[in-house]
């Protein structure tokens, strides 16, 4: 039982900021995010008080995430018009991990995450899931590939397909009007 307690102290603390990061990415509340992801540590820590198996700990803790993200898209009520306007979106900088180094090119580098992770809401669930958790929270094909069930063939394809998507809507069109002399 200690060594499960050590391991999980361990876990929260590797896990917990990435894990919300990705969490607040996919749903506009900031608050809502933090609960899940404390609740998807205490189902996790649940499952293995039963003696339950975790075979690999940071992909069961992505897919208990992902279920109750799922949970909480299926129970969501609509809202009015008022509260989705005055409702506090999170702020994509909070989002990317923190720069220490205070130099042009790191901020610029922040400038076009930023703008990249803007883009990322615009694609369908299917592309923005994947690509969060491959280059956001740096996790493997098979880390992912557990994580939503699929293959990693499948996970491959989604991932080039949502940087296809991704890079079509970061490139401006260049679609000048023919000028007549």
């Known amino acids: 039982m200690e060594d499960l307690e050590r391991i999980f102290t361990d876990a929260f603390e590797r896990y917990s900021d990435e894990l919300f990061r990705h969490c607040a990415m996919?749903?506009?509340?900031?608050?809502r995010a933090l609960e899940l992801t404390q609740?998807?540590?205490m189902r996790t820590w649940q499952y293995a008080q039963k003696g339950q198996e975790i075979r690999e700990l940071r992909p069961f803790l992505y897919r208990t995430l992902r279920?109750?993200?799922?949970d909480e898209?299926?129970?969501h009520k609509p809202q009015s018009l008022e509260a989705m306007v005055t409702e506090e979106k999170p702020d994509v900088e909070a989002l990317l991990p923190a720069d220490e180094s205070n130099t042009l090119t790191?901020?610029?580098e922040r400038h076009e995450g930023a703008r990249a992770l803007e883009m990322l809401k615009q694609l369908p669930d299917l592309y923005r899931e994947v690509l969060a958790l491959r280059y956001v929270?740096?996790?493997?094909?098979?880390e992912i590939a557990d994580i939503i069930d699929e293959t990693e063939n499948a996970v491959s394809v989604r991932i080039h397909r949502g940087l296809k998507k991704l890079k079509e809507l970061l490139e401006p069109t260049h679609t000048s009007p023919d000028i007549q002399k």
């Open 73 to 75: 898209y299926r129970r």
């Open 137 to 142: 929270e740096g996790l493997s094909l098979t």
């Open 67 to 70: 279920n109750l993200v799922i």
């Open 26 to 31: 996919r749903l506009s509340n900031r608050d």
């Open 106 to 108: 790191a901020a610029m």
């Open 39 to 41: 609740e998807c540590f």
